[in-house]
Structure formats: structure tokens, C-alpha cells
């Protein structure tokens, strides 16, 4: 069945195309909101320095395990598991990996497509002036009326989903440019937008705020809760537990060094990470935002579209650095989108008589179908209860991946995956994935459960 469908999609061109795609599927999925807000309190300086931990102990193996799946099954997540489960003659329930991953791709799409579309309204309210020296109070509103406009958000929902629609039509080969290029655009912008905050904000009040580590808390508990909270992130902004990583895995070349195009994406979306969250901190901690925001600490969605528009609005050069910022939001979330929407339209391509074309059209208003439960649910806990549910089925499938590619597939098949790289590394990888990751994901897990019963 593998060699069937070895080349029904289509193959990357090169290994950057993977790295391309794998990046932009990471940058829109935690790095610009969840990572930032998540350093926002006093234990800035210790979530930082557990993120950069994690990124290696968790994120690479975990990425890497995927795209191993993927390699080897040559299919969409769905059908990947099923070859290989039936490959190694293990139970059929291990084909759940698949469908969850599949599924949480498409509904972190309909949550964060919100997300796109406000942050194409500020990009919008930036660039004509409407923030232009504007109070707290008024961005608060402002915030609110947009929040209350759910018939408006669902139409330009609907149009966010048909431009994905758009370049997932065309298979692969248009993804992999697209997607490329994307991250060398977004690149660009943060690179940009870095500057000017240089210029405008207080960078070294965002730098001591992230990383003043001689002086971090030695309480067991802010500790423990920092950990945490680095554990969630590392998983979040490294796109991890959604299938797409396994989808651009089956697209790679035969011969490409999987384990180290996997680390540079890693690495990639960790700059990234530091990067939006140091611009981000050295705008709201400037001395004229801090006048502006009144002492009020702002966390989450407020963060995003409260705290941040107000503070550029109020220094110099503001608007238009805060346009490029929302620019930037607005495009990550498209590339992000391509990115999780790939393993269900492959799976329909797949499995049913759907071409591409129809399958990308379907998929689209599946999610288009769910965005008023993410709307509607938003007040319920901050993000809303498909974020919610999305919190349990990314760790809950990370650590499915780990215990199935580290404890039940043989060895052989994993080293034949993997028969470019060095031993060494490869000992490394299948160490951590057998002996840490298991442990690692049910704290994250356990960790989910216990913050929502405790709220």
C-alpha cells in the first residue's frame, strides 16, 4: 500500500520545502500569542529558561518521531497508522493516533482563524489611524465591539478558510512554494518589526523581564508551575500533536537528513518565539505604554488586542510598527492553516473519490461548520472550550506518539527511517523518546487536567 501511495500527493522538492512548512505550521500555532502571553507574569525568567530546555528534551524528539511516522507510511496520519500498525501486527487501537491528530488539526483552524481575521481588523485599524493616541478604556471597547460582531467574523472567516482552500488545491508542489516563501516573508517583517521596537521600546526591560534569571524564584512550587506551563509551550509552538509534522514527512525526498532538518526547524521556531516575545514586551514595558495602561498586567487574548495595540498606538512610529505586527499574525495564522488542514484533505484524497480540489473545499467548511462553537464559547475560560479541548488532545496524542514509535515499533524499522544519520544521534533521539518523553507528557497531560478542574 505504501508504494501505491508513495507518490500520490507528491513529494517536496527539497528538504527546505519541509522545513519551510513545518516552521510556518509552528510559527502561527503558539509562537506569536500563546508563548508571549505565557511570559507575561513574574515567572517570566523561569518559563524562558524551561522552554529552551524543553525545546530539545521534547520538541525535537517529538517532532522528529512524527515525521518518522510519516516517512515510513508515505500517507496522511490516518493512513500512516493504519499501515503501520498493520506493517508491525500490533492492536488496531493504536490507529486512534491518526484520527485524534487529524482532528486536532482541524480544530485548533476553526479557533485560531478568529484570530487571523481580528488580527487583519487591527492591521486595518493601525495603518488608518482609528488607535492613533487612544486610551485603555478605548481599546477595551474597541476590543469588545469586535468580539460582538460573530455574523461579520463568520463571512470573513469563510473567506480566511477559501484563501487556504486556495493553495491547498493544488497539491503539494504549490504548499511547498507558498509556504517557503511565506517563511522568508515573515522572516523579513519580524526582522523589521525587531528593529523598530529597538528603536521605539524598552528592550532592555523586555530583556531583563525574560531573562533575568540570576534572580528567579527557588520556590518549589513557582518551579513546578513554570515547568509547567514551558511544557505546554514547547508542545504549542512547535505544532506538535496535530499531524501536520507526519504529513510533511510522507512529501520528503528519499535521501534527506530527517533528524537535523528537524532540529533546525526547532530551533527556527524558538528564535521565533523569543523574538515576537521580546518585541512584544519591549513595546507594552516603554514608558509611554506603561503611562497609557495604568499598571493593569494583561494576559491572553487582552495581551494581543488590548494591551499591544494601545502601547504602539501611544510611541513613536507606533502604527506603523503595530501594522507590521498584525500583518505578520495575519499570515503566520494563514501558513498555519495550510499547514493543519493538509492531513484531513490528504486523508479525503486518500480514502474517498475526492480530488484535491474538493477535498480542500470540504475540509474548509468542516472548520467554517465549528467556527461558531469557537466564537460563542470564547468568555468560557478566555480562549473557549475548542481550545479547551484542544489542551487535552495534544499531549494526549504526543504522548500516544511517544509510547507507539518508542516502545512498539522495532527498532530496525525506526534505525531503516532513520539509516542516514549518525548512531549517535540516533541513540540520543530513541533514548530520550522511550525514557523522557513519557513522563514529560503525562505531567503536561495531568498538568491540563488539573488547571481546568481547579478553574
Known amino acids: 500500500m505504501v508504494e501505491r501511495n508513495k507518490y ?3 513529494v517536496w522538492q527539497g528538504p527546505w520545502y519541509f522545513i519551510g512548512a513545518t516552521v510556518c505550521a509552528s510559527a502561527g500555532l503558539g509562537a506569536l500569542w500563546y508563548f508571549p502571553a505565557a511570559v507575561s507574569g513574574s515567572d517570566a525568567s523561569l518559563v524562558t529558561l524551561f522552554y529552551a530546555l524543553f525545546l530539545v528534551l521534547l520538541a525535537w524528539p517529538l517532532l522528529l518521531a512524527e515525521s518518522v511516522l510519516g516517512r515510513r507510511g508515505r500517507q496522511s496520519p490516518v493512513n500512516t ?17 491518526g484520527v485524534v491528530a487529524t482532528l486536532s488539526g482541524v480544530l485548533m483552524v476553526s479557533w485560531f482563524a478568529l484570530l487571523a481575521i481580528w488580527a487583519g481588523d487591527y492591521f486595518w485599524d493601525m495603518t488608518s489611524g482609528v488607535m492613533q493616541g487612544q486610551n485603555l478604556r478605548f481599546a477595551i471597547e474597541h476590543f469588545n465591539e469586535v468580539r460582538e460582531q460573530p455574523q461579520q467574523a463568520l463571512l470573513r472567516c469563510g473567506l480566511f478558510l477559501l484563501l487556504v482552500a486556495m493553495v491547498s488545491m493544488g497539491g503539494v508542489r504549490r504548499i511547498g512554494r507558498v509556504l517557503r516563501h511565506l517563511v522568508a516573508l515573515l522572516i523579513w517583517l519580524l526582522v523589521l518589526a525587531a528593529v523598530l521596537s529597538v528603536v521605539n521600546g524598552n528592550w532592555l526591560a523586555g530583556y531583563y523581564h525574560l531573562f533575568d534569571l540570576p534572580h528567579v524564584s527557588l520556590a518549589t512550587g513557582q518551579w513546578l508551575a513554570s515547568a509547567a506551563t514551558a511544557l505546554s509551550m514547547a508542545l504549542l509552538t512547535c505544532a506538535l500533536g496535530v499531524g501536520a509534522a507526519s504529513a510533511f514527512g510522507a512529501y520528503l525526498p528519499e535521501r534527506s537528513r530527517l533528524a537535523k532538518s528537524t532540529l533546525l526547524v526547532v530551533l527556527v521556531v524558538g528564535l521565533f518565539a523569543y523574538t515576537v516575545a521580546l518585541t512584544i514586551h519591549a513595546t507594552v514595558l516603554a514608558e509611554p505604554a506603561r503611562a497609557v495602561m495604568e499598571g493593569q498586567s494583561m494576559d491572553g487574548l487582552n495581551m494581543l488586542f488590548v494591551a499591544l495595540p494601545i502601547s504602539f498606538s501611544n510611541t513613536a512610529y507606533g502604527l506603523f510598527l503595530g501594522g507590521l505586527f498584525f500583518l505578520f499574525i495575519a499570515l503566520a495564522c494563514w501558513g498555519s492553516a495550510i499547514a493543519l488542514l493538509e492531513p ?54 504526543g504522548l500516544l506518539v511517544t509510547l507507539f514509535v518508542g516502545w512498539r515499533l522495532p527498532r530496525n ?14 541513540s540520543i533521539w530513541y533514548g530520550l523518546l522511550r525514557y523522557v518523553l513519557p513522563i514529560l507528557m503525562i505531567i503536561m497531560l495531568g498538568h491540563s487536567i488539573y488547571r481546568h478542574l481547579i478553574n
Do not use: K
Open 344 to 397: 484531513a484533505i490528504a486523508w479525503l484524497v486518500e480514502s474517498t473519490r475526492c480530488n484535491r480540489f474538493f477535498a480542500s473545499l470540504l475540509v474548509g467548511l468542516i472548520c467554517l461548520g465549528l467556527m461558531p462553537t469557537s466564537f460563542y464559547t470564547l468568555d468560557r475560560g478566555g480562549y473557549g472550550i475548542v481550545e479547551q479541548l484542544c489542551g487535552y488532545l495534544l499531549p494526549l496524542v
Open 413 to 426: 524499522v525506526l534505525r531503516e527511517a532513520l539509516f542516514d544519520e549518525p548512531r549517535i544521534l540516533f
Open 81 to 97: 497508522m493504519r499501515y503501520l500498525v498493520m506493517e508491525s501486527q500490533l492492536s488496531p487501537a493504536w490507529r486512534a493516533i
Open 8 to 10: 500520490l500527493h507528491g
